[in-house]
Nanobody
């Protein structure tokens, strides 16, 4: 069974940076799509960024130019580099791996942007 474990969250000041990691218990080489989602208090979970097995990426408009998703197949890890963080980026960030019909979520990591 695939497990995804996120790390790297924390408290950061506005304008700061964080890098989230998502470690998979299996090879991610054949996982079609890996992604990051987030959920702020009182809001629905939303897409942040995805990366396909071919390396194609897609980002939410709110993070374009600030966040970068990448994958290291040798380490079975997906990263989310977050720069120029804003208070509205505060949320629990979840890693997702999808190869239909399988759809796996991590437990989430808290990111808080505050002065």
């Amino acid at each position: 069974q695939v497990r995804l474990v996120e790390s790297g969250g924390g408290l950061v000041q506005p304008g700061g940076s964080l890098r989230l990691s998502c470690a998979a218990s299996v090879s991610i080489f054949n996982i079609d799509v890996m992604g990051w989602y987030r959920q702020a208090p009182g809001k629905q979970r939303e897409l942040v960024a995805i990366i396909t097995s071919a390396g194609t990426t897609n980002y939410a408009d709110s993070v374009k130019g600030r966040f970068t998703i990448s994958r290291d197949n040798a380490k079975n890890t997906v990263y989310l580099q977050m720069n120029s963080l804003k208070p509205e980026d505060t949320a629990v960030y979840y890693c997702n791996g999808k190869t239909l019909p399988a759809n796996v979520w991590g437990q989430g990591t808290q990111v808080t942007v505050s002065s």
